[in-house]
C-alpha cells in the first residue's frame, strides 16, 4: 500500500507537467484510479488500526520524540485520506467526473468551477508535499531509532515480527 | 382618405397572418454544446460564438431555410489546455479553417412538435451529410428549436496523428444546439 501510495505521488509528478497528449489522458485515468484504490485501501487500513493496538514505544524515547512520533502518524493516516478527497473534489471541480477502471462513476461533488478547481489543485498538491515530507521524517526517525538509537523499532514495523516476540526480550 | 385607411388595415392583417416565420435568432439566448467521450468519461463542451439565420414557420416547414456559422476559436473543450490543443493542426486547425458551417437543404416534419433538418456540415474543410432531429416549440413570439445530433469526428479529420485512435477520446461527438428565433416579418 506504501508502493501503491508512492506510485501515484510519483506518477502524478510526472504526468503534471506533461504536454496535452492521449498518454497524458490515460496516465491522469490510471493516477485517477490508483488513487481511489489507495483510498479504499486506507479504510481498510484504518480499520486494522482501530482494533490492532501498536506495539507500545520503546521506554527510551524522550517524551517529545513519543510526541511526535503520535502527531506524525496521526497526520499521516489524515493526509491518506484526505489527499485522493482533495484529488477528487478538484477533478469534480475540473469538469473531469472520476470513473474508476473506466465503469464506476464516482459522483461528482462539485460542479464545475475552475478558480476552485484551481485552488484545490494547489490543496492536492500541497497535501502531497506535506505528505512526502512526513514520509521523509517518518523513514529518517526508523533509521535513526535503528542505526542510533539501536533500539528494535524498525525492526517490529516489519510484518512478520510477532506481537509474540516483542513480550520476550 | 377611406381607402388609403383600407390599404393600411389589409397590409396589418397580412403581418400578423404571416407573423409566425420564427426568423429572428437571438444569438444571446441560443447556446451550441457538444459533448465527448474522454477515458470512457464524459466531458462537456460549447462554442461562445456562432452565428444561426432561421426562417421556420412550424405550419410551412417545407419553406423553412437554416444555416448555422460556428467561430471555431470560441471553442471551450472543458480546459484551458484542451482549448489551445484543439485550436493546432491535428484538431481544428482554426488558422486555416476559422469557421464551420451548417446548411439545411429540407426540414421535414417527424410528427407533433419534432422535425429533422436534413443538410451538409463542413468543418476543417471536409463536407459530410447530417440529419439534425429537434422540437421546436412557441411561446407567444419566442419559439426554441432544441435537438442533438451525433457526428464522427474522425469524418471531418478532427483529432488527427497521435488522437485519431478512440481509446483516449471517443470517435462519436454529439453536437447539442438550441436556438431561440423571434417572429419577425416574413423576408421574401
Ligand atoms: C494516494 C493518493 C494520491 C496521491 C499520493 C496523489 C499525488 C499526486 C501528486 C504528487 C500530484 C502532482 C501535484 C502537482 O505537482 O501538481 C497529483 C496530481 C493530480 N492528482 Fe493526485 N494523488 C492521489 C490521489 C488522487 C485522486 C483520488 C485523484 C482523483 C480522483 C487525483 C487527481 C489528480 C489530478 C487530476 C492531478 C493533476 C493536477 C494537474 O496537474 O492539473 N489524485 N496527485
Not at chain 1, 468551477?113 to 508535499?129: C, I, M
Given at each position: 500500500?506504501?508502493?501503491?501510495?508512492?506510485?501515484?505521488f510519483?506518477?502524478?509528478?510526472?504526468?503534471?507537467?506533461?504536454?496535452?497528449?492521449?498518454?497524458?489522458?490515460?496516465?491522469?485515468?490510471?493516477?485517477?484510479?490508483?488513487?481511489?484504490?489507495?483510498?479504499?485501501?486506507?479504510?481498510?487500513?484504518?480499520?486494522?488500526?482501530?482494533?490492532?493496538?501498536?506495539?507500545?514505544?520503546?521506554?527510551?524515547?524522550?517524551?517529545?520524540?513519543?510526541?511526535?512520533?503520535?502527531?506524525g502518524?496521526?497526520?499521516?493516516y489524515v493526509?491518506?485520506?484526505?489527499?485522493?478527497?482533495?484529488?477528487w473534489?478538484m477533478?469534480?471541480?475540473?469538469?473531469?467526473?472520476?470513473?474508476?477502471?473506466?465503469?464506476?462513476?464516482?459522483?461528482?461533488?462539485?460542479a464545475k468551477?475552475?478558480?476552485?478547481?484551481?485552488?484545490?489543485?494547489?490543496?492536492?498538491?500541497?497535501?502531497?508535499?506535506l505528505?512526502?515530507?512526513?514520509?521523509?521524517?517518518?523513514?529518517?526517525?526508523?533509521?535513526?531509532?535503528?542505526f542510533?538509537?539501536?533500539?528494535?523499532?524498525?525492526?517490529?514495523?516489519?510484518?512478520?515480527?510477532?506481537?509474540?516476540?516483542?513480550?520476550?526480550p | 382618405?377611406?381607402?388609403?385607411?383600407?390599404?393600411?388595415?389589409?397590409?396589418?392583417?397580412?403581418a400578423?397572418?404571416?407573423?409566425?416565420?420564427?426568423?429572428?435568432?437571438?444569438?444571446d439566448?441560443?447556446?451550441?454544446?457538444?459533448?465527448?467521450?474522454?477515458?470512457?468519461?464524459?466531458?462537456?463542451?460549447?462554442?461562445?460564438?456562432?452565428?444561426?439565420?432561421?426562417?421556420?414557420?412550424?405550419?410551412?416547414?417545407?419553406a423553412?431555410?437554416?444555416?448555422?456559422?460556428?467561430d471555431?476559436?470560441?471553442?471551450d473543450?472543458?480546459?484551458?489546455?484542451?482549448?489551445?490543443e484543439?485550436?493546432?493542426?491535428q484538431?481544428?486547425s482554426?488558422?486555416?479553417?476559422?469557421?464551420?458551417?451548417?446548411?439545411?437543404?429540407?426540414?421535414?416534419?417527424?410528427?407533433?412538435?419534432?422535425?429533422?433538418?436534413?443538410?451538409?456540415?463542413?468543418?476543417?474543410?471536409?463536407?459530410?451529410?447530417?440529419?439534425?432531429?429537434?422540437?421546436?416549440?412557441?411561446?407567444?413570439?419566442?419559439?426554441?428549436a432544441?435537438?442533438?445530433?451525433?457526428?464522427?469526428?474522425?469524418?471531418?479529420?478532427?483529432?488527427?496523428?497521435?488522437?485519431?485512435?478512440?481509446?483516449?477520446?471517443?470517435?462519436?461527438v454529439?453536437?447539442?444546439?438550441?436556438l431561440?428565433?423571434?417572429?419577425?416579418?416574413?423576408?421574401?
Open positions: 500500500m506504501a508502493a501503491l501510495i508512492l506510485g501515484t510519483s506518477v502524478g509528478l510526472y504526468m503534471h507537467d506533461l504536454p496535452l497528449s492521449p498518454m497524458k489522458l490515460k496516465i491522469f485515468s490510471w493516477h485517477k484510479w490508483a488513487g481511489v484504490t489507495a483510498f479504499l485501501l486506507v479504510w481498510a487500513r484504518l480499520a486494522w488500526r482501530a482494533t490492532h493496538r501498536p506495539p507500545l514505544m520503546p521506554a527510551t524515547m524522550p517524551r517529545w520524540q513519543q510526541l511526535a512520533a503520535h502527531a502518524h496521526a497526520l499521516l493526509l491518506m485520506v484526505a489527499i485522493p478527497v482533495s484529488g473534489l477533478s469534480s471541480a475540473k469538469g473531469f467526473q472520476t470513473v474508476y477502471f473506466g465503469v464506476l462513476p464516482i459522483p461528482d461533488l462539485l468551477n475552475k478558480e476552485l478547481g484551481d485552488t484545490l489543485r494547489e490543496v492536492h498538491e500541497a497535501l502531497n508535499y505528505m512526502i515530507a512526513l514520509v521523509a521524517g517518518h523513514v529518517g526517525a526508523a533509521l535513526w531509532h535503528h542510533i538509537d539501536r533500539d528494535d523499532v524498525l525492526i517490529r514495523m516489519a510484518p512478520q515480527h510477532s506481537q509474540h516476540k516483542e513480550l520476550t | 382618405m377611406k381607402s388609403a385607411h383600407f390599404a393600411l388595415m389589409l397590409l396589418v392583417i397580412a400578423t397572418a404571416q407573423a409566425e416565420e420564427f426568423n429572428i435568432v437571438h444569438a439566448k441560443s447556446t451550441l454544446g457538444f459533448v465527448f467521450k474522454q477515458m470512457g468519461v464524459s466531458v462537456e463542451g460549447h462554442f461562445g460564438k456562432f452565428s444561426a439565420q432561421l426562417k421556420f414557420d412550424p405550419a410551412k416547414p417545407a423553412a431555410s437554416a444555416a448555422i456559422d460556428i471555431l476559436a470560441s471553442i473543450a472543458g480546459s484551458p489546455e484542451a482549448n489551445d484543439v485550436a493546432g493542426k484538431w481544428f482554426t488558422k486555416v479553417f476559422p469557421n464551420a458551417r451548417f446548411v439545411a437543404s429540407a426540414i421535414r416534419p417527424l410528427g407533433g412538435n419534432r422535425y429533422e433538418a436534413v443538410g451538409k456540415m463542413t468543418i476543417k474543410g471536409k463536407t459530410q451529410a447530417i440529419t439534425a432531429p429537434f422540437t421546436f416549440t412557441a411561446q407567444g413570439r419566442t419559439g426554441t432544441e435537438g442533438a445530433v451525433v457526428i464522427k469526428r474522425a469524418d471531418f479529420g478532427i483529432g488527427e496523428g497521435p488522437w485519431a485512435d478512440f481509446d483516449t477520446v471517443a470517435n462519436e454529439q453536437i447539442r444546439f438550441r431561440q428565433a423571434e417572429a419577425g416579418p416574413a423576408h421574401k
